[in-house]
């Protein structure tokens, strides 16, 4: 079995896209980072925000990095994919 990559998720608490994506990630069983932007506050947003940008200029969500590999928005089988499940 092959180690999985680190999976971190930016996500928005009222985002149906996003709870959709956290849904997937619960049922493959995937362990994962999730920060839920619009909760953050003064200096800790900003710094999310900053990081967030960097793989998604556009400030989308939610925003999931999977290892190396960037997913944009609710794609189920590049979520898969990106995951080997």
Request: hydrophobic share 35%.
């Given at each position: 079995m092959s180690e999985q990559p680190t999976v971190k998720l930016y996500a928005l608490s009222t985002c149906g896209h996003c709870k959709n994506t956290k849904?997937?990630?619960?049922?493959?069983?995937v362990e994962y980072a999730a920060t839920e932007v619009d909760l953050t506050?003064?200096?800790?947003?900003?710094?999310?925000?900053?990081e967030v940008r960097q793989y998604n200029?556009?400030?989308?969500?939610?925003?999931?990095?999977?290892?190396?590999v960037v997913i944009i928005?609710?794609?189920?089988?590049?979520?898969?994919?990106?995951?080997?499940?």
């Amino acid at each position: 079995m092959s180690e999985q990559p680190t999976v971190k998720l930016y996500a928005l608490s009222t985002c149906g896209h996003c709870k959709n994506t956290k849904r997937l990630l619960d049922e493959l069983g995937v362990e994962y980072a999730a920060t839920e932007v619009d909760l953050t506050t003064g200096e800790e947003r900003k710094a999310v925000v900053e990081e967030v940008r960097q793989y998604n200029p556009g400030l989308t969500f939610p925003t999931l990095l999977i290892g190396e590999v960037v997913i944009i928005g609710y794609k189920e089988q590049e979520i898969r994919g990106a995951l080997g499940k």
